[in-house]
């Protein structure tokens, strides 16, 4: 038994010799390696992470050429396979990306390479402009390599060139800056690609406000120049209560009053209902809300650059408010208690804007009548409606006269009966005023209204035909209406304006034709003989009767055709070329 053990004693010995020489033998016959399990990565643009195995029986290095790609060592479970996480940080540049990581070794030199693609890339040039006071144009540099939308913040910034995106692609985008009348004003444009935004800054420098001035009637028509209506907006009412959207308009804003500027109005009236916002007697409280928002929509007109005109409108309508003038002829007791209101109301007007510049005019009231717009018991009663109405308009200046500010020397507009000009040079007074020359005599002029208001007619003047044209109211029926008024007031240093014309928008060519004569001829005219006309809008987009509208009021898109009819009322008022005649316009009536 002890041989036994000695023996295999002995055997166990020569087999771990054997074993240990084979391992020895092992060790020293292994070539030297580094193996790596992938050569190249690809990642989005977002953060990313992979990992990286390597394995090796040498010693080597690890490193990345890029601090967006970052190489850090994991937790390895085995003696010669390392494992490393590759990460990349999110790209926002323009333009896809590369980088090395490069594996040190003395047996050799290893690169991995890591792509990375492009993120949304947006890069503007500039992120400031200064603009001069009267506007211009100015180019956006930018560099986007995706589909790119920008937004601007003030509506007296506008694009003018449309830019098509196409990625990896340099762009100019051209933007317009409206003429600024107003303090220093800042807008901003906010470029977008993906989650990348870039912001332009345009600050345009203080200008000066516009204003109605001279000491004669045609210098002040010059400083109204082309007018424009605020139609059927805070002059909409239903059942008794002015509101602003009651006839179809949603709320005005500063877009559209930028709009006018920029498409060549100088002028606009705001008419303005105010039923349903008066307390009682005696102080007749304005709602001040109410209040607070036509100014806020004069500060449209005064920000644009506009001069405004402000005035009582449907109160007055039909005699069926409390300016009732046919009531009022007939009782002096209640005359007197409308002219306690009147002043009251206007006493209200004129405090809110007494410290508004001379760009802002208030008219008294608008087509005040019995109902029978006048051809009612005006004609009959002895001229008792024409006498209270001068007397109303009395009462008006003396009121806005009476709360100081610059209220003293406001230009003040003050209509006739019906605002009919046959009717206002027979009958209307000129109020007494402290100063001179700030007062304003109103009419409208619709004429004929078969063809201007209520479509009945698609052709006017001497080329139209007999058939499809009202009997009255050609170019010689214009020039006679607008020579009485320059007869009775113009010529005797009275200045005067034409608060309504119109005509409305025509479904087809030929018709459309006309109106677009009807338009230049009567602005043409209007300018010759002295008076500035106010073209009303009422927002409508539709064809035919009572659709007269230019602009949308909210956002001051152009409707239809409105720039043809901007284009031909402003070559009736600002063009000043010898050959361009009263007499040119009618020699190029559609024929």
């Given at each position: 038994?002890?041989?036994?053990f000695i023996?295999l004693?002995?055997?166990i010995?020569?087999?771990?010799?054997v074993?240990?020489?084979?391992c020895?033998e092992?060790?020293q016959?292994e070539?030297?390696?580094?193996?790596v399990?992938?050569?190249?990565?690809?990642f989005?643009?977002d953060?990313s992470e992979?990992?990286l195995y390597i394995q090796s029986?040498?010693?080597?290095?690890?490193?990345s050429?890029k601090?967006?790609?970052?190489?850090?060592?994991?937790?390895s479970?085995?003696?010669q396979?390392e494992k490393?996480?590759i990460?990349v940080s999110?790209n926002?540049?323009v333009e896809?990306?590369?980088?090395t990581?490069?594996?040190?070794?003395?047996l050799?030199?290893?690169q991995?390479i890591?792509?990375?693609?492009?993120?949304?890339?947006?890069i503007?040039k500039?992120?400031?402009y200064?603009?001069?006071?009267?506007?211009?144009k100015f180019?956006?540099?930018?560099s986007a390599?995706?589909e790119y939308?920008?937004?601007i913040d003030n509506?007296?910034?506008?694009?003018t060139t449309d830019?098509?995106?196409?990625a990896?692609?340099d762009?100019?985008?051209?933007?317009?800056?409206?003429?600024?009348?107003g303090?220093?004003?800042?807008?901003n444009?906010?470029f977008t690609l993906?989650?990348?935004?870039?912001t332009?800054?345009?600050?345009q420098?203080?200008?000066e406000?516009?204003t109605v001035?001279?000491e004669?009637?045609?210098d002040?028509c010059?400083?109204l120049g082309?007018?424009w209506?605020l139609g059927?907006?805070l002059?909409?009412?239903?059942?008794?209560i002015?509101?602003?959207?009651?006839?179809g308009?949603?709320?005005?804003?500063?877009?559209l009053?930028?709009q006018?500027?920029?498409?060549?109005f100088?002028?606009?009236r705001?008419p303005?209902?105010?039923?349903?916002?008066i307390?009682?007697a005696p102080?007749?409280?304005?709602d001040?809300?109410?209040?607070?928002?036509v100014a806020?929509v004069?500060?449209?007109?005064?920000?644009a650059?506009?001069?405004a005109?402000?005035?009582?409108h449907?109160?007055?309508?039909?005699?069926?408010?409390?300016?009732?003038?046919?009531?009022?002829?007939?009782?002096?007791?209640l005359?007197t208690s409308?002219?306690?209101?009147?002043?009251a109301?206007?006493t209200?007007?004129?405090?809110?804007f007494?410290?508004?510049g001379?760009f802002?005019v208030?008219?008294?009231m608008?087509e005040?009548?019995?109902?029978g717009?006048?051809?009612?018991?005006?004609?009959?009663d002895g001229?008792?409606?024409?006498?209270?109405l001068n007397e109303w308009?009395q009462v008006f200046?003396?009121a806005?006269?009476?709360?100081?500010g610059?209220?003293?020397?406001?230009?003040l507009?003050v209509?006739?009966?019906?605002?009919?000009?046959?009717?206002?040079v027979?009958?209307?007074v000129?109020p007494?005023?402290?100063?001179?020359?700030?007062?304003m005599?109103?009419?409208?002029?619709?004429s004929?209204n078969?063809?201007t208001?209520?479509?009945?007619?698609s052709?006017w003047?001497?080329?139209?035909?007999?058939?499809k044209?009202?009997n009255?109211?050609d170019?010689?029926y214009?020039?006679?209406?607008l020579?009485?008024?320059?007869t009775?007031f113009i010529?005797?240093g009275?200045?005067a304006?034409?608060?309504e014309i119109?005509?409305?928008?025509?479904?087809?060519?030929?018709s459309?034709?006309?109106r677009?004569?009807?338009l230049?001829?009567?602005?043409?005219a209007?300018?010759?003989?002295?008076?500035?006309?106010?073209?009303w809008?009422n927002?409508s987009?539709?064809?035919?009767?009572?659709?007269?509208?230019?602009f949308?009021?909210?956002?001051?898109?152009?409707?239809?055709?409105a720039?043809e009819?901007?284009e031909v009322?402003?070559r009736?008022?600002?063009?000043?070329?010898?050959s361009?005649?009263?007499?040119h316009?009618y020699?190029?009536?559609p024929l």
């Open positions: 038994m002890k041989r036994l023996n004693f002995y055997l010995a020569i087999l771990i010799n074993s240990f020489a084979s020895t092992k060790e016959t070539e030297p390696f580094i193996k399990s992938k050569e190249t990565f690809s989005s643009n953060e992979a990992l029986n040498i010693d080597y290095s690890i490193a050429d601090q967006w790609c970052s190489v850090t060592q994991q937790e479970t085995s003696t396979t490393y996480q990460k999110e926002n540049e896809n990306r590369t980088a990581i490069t594996i040190n070794s003395s050799q030199n290893l991995i890591v792509e990375q693609t492009a993120g949304h890339g947006l503007v500039e992120k400031s200064q603009v001069k006071s009267q506007g211009g180019t956006v540099e930018l390599n995706g939308s920008y937004s509506s007296w910034i506008t694009e830019s098509k995106s196409r990896m692609k762009y100019t985008i051209d933007f317009n800056v409206s003429a600024n009348h303090q220093e004003r800042i807008g444009i906010t993906g989650n990348i935004s870039e332009v800054t345009v600050t420098e203080k200008g406000a516009a001035s001279g004669t009637p045609w002040i010059a400083s082309l007018g209506n059927n907006q002059d909409a009412h239903n059942n008794g002015a509101e602003e959207t009651a006839w308009n949603q709320p005005t804003t500063q877009a009053f930028d006018l500027a920029f498409t060549g100088t002028s606009v705001i303005v209902t105010w039923l349903g916002h307390g009682e102080s007749y409280t304005i001040a809300e109410y209040l607070n928002r806020e004069v500060g449209y007109a005064e920000s650059g506009l001069n005109i402000i005035n009582i449907h109160d007055g309508a039909d005699s069926n408010y409390w300016l009732n003038i046919k009531d009022a002829a007939k009782d002096e007791t005359n409308i002219k306690e209101q009147i002043t109301i206007w209200q007007i004129a405090n809110k007494k410290d508004k001379n802002l208030f008219e008294s608008n005040i009548h019995d109902g717009w006048g051809w009612g018991e005006n004609l009959t001229g008792k409606q024409y006498a209270v308009n200046v003396d806005v006269r009476a709360t100081g610059n209220n003293t020397n406001r230009y507009g209509p006739g009966y019906v605002t009919n000009i046959d009717l206002t027979e009958h209307f000129l007494k005023d402290i100063v001179n020359n700030r007062l005599v109103a009419v409208h002029f619709y004929p078969e063809f208001l209520n479509d009945e007619y052709e003047g001497h080329t139209g035909d007999s058939s044209k009202p009255w109211g170019e010689e214009l020039k006679s209406q020579n009485r008024m320059k009775k010529d005797n009275i200045p304006y034409i608060g119109g005509c409305v928008h025509r479904s087809n060519e030929r459309e034709a006309f677009l004569y009807y230049e001829y009567l602005c043409k209007a300018k010759e003989y002295g008076m500035a006309p106010f073209y809008d927002g987009a539709s064809a035919g009767k009572e659709c007269s509208g230019l949308n009021h909210a956002t001051g898109e152009i409707l239809n055709n720039l009819v901007i009322m402003k009736g008022i600002f063009d000043n070329s010898e361009y005649t009263l007499e316009v020699e190029n009536a």
